[in-house]
């Protein structure tokens, strides 16, 4: 009886997955043929779906199908106005809307280089041994709250800063290499717990 159960859950799922995907793929098609989108912007919209399709799936395919468009348009180098998009489909432009920018913080999320990585590009340009690094990348984690939605560049340079005793002279080749001010740098560090 549970096998059953199992079953019929697998099949829906999977069924219900592959349905979701065709039905975005069909409107996908329909609006490039509407809107006369080159194909390079229709392989955009499809790698898009497939890599994001737990964000769009919650929409109808309509809605879905249009944000994915007109995101795709505008990676590809072929931005259109969404007019364009809505004309050739049922869709909400308000729904459309809230997808495509759930879509573009997506997007720009995975395109977002990490704290780590400005850590080390800061290292790099003032020389700072790898055992510094390593105290900055540590003292960064322990203060992940406290850092949400600063400059990067600052919070990497007063980290580095911390990380090697709060020497001076490293204070403002550190401010140099981040483009910014030894005070920024001071003031990200006093709020950061070592």
Not at 6 to 25: D, N, P, Q, S, V
Not at 63 to 90: G, I, N, Q, Y
Not at 171 to 190: D, Q, V
Request: proline share 5%; aromatic share 8%; net charge positive.
């Amino acid at each position: 009886m549970q096998w059953r159960r199992l079953a019929r859950f697998h099949r829906e799922t999977l069924h219900g997955f592959e349905r979701r995907l065709a039905a975005i793929g069909g409107e996908l098609r329909r609006i490039r043929e509407c809107a006369g989108l080159p194909q390079h912007v229709m392989e955009e919209a499809e790698s898009l779906v497939k890599k994001y399709f737990d964000l769009v799936a919650g929409f109808p395919p309509e809605v879905a199908a249009v944000a994915v468009m007109w995101t795709a348009a505008k990676a590809a180098s072929a931005p259109r106005p969404l007019e364009d998009f809505l004309k050739c489909s049922k869709a909400e432009e308000r729904r459309v809307r809230k997808v495509a920018w759930r879509l573009n913080e997506a997007v720009k999320q995975s395109k977002r280089p990490s704290i780590e990585d400005y850590v080390g590009t800061l290292a790099a340009r003032v020389n700072l041994p790898a055992a510094v690094v390593k105290a900055a990348v540590d003292i960064l984690e322990r203060n992940r709250r406290v850092l949400f939605g600063k400059n990067p560049w600052v919070s990497a340079a007063a980290a580095l800063w911390l990380a090697s005793f709060r020497r001076l002279g490293l204070l403002k080749a550190l401010a140099e290499a981040a483009g910014t001010t030894p005070a920024s740098i001071r003031n990200a560090a006093n709020r950061m717990r070592i």
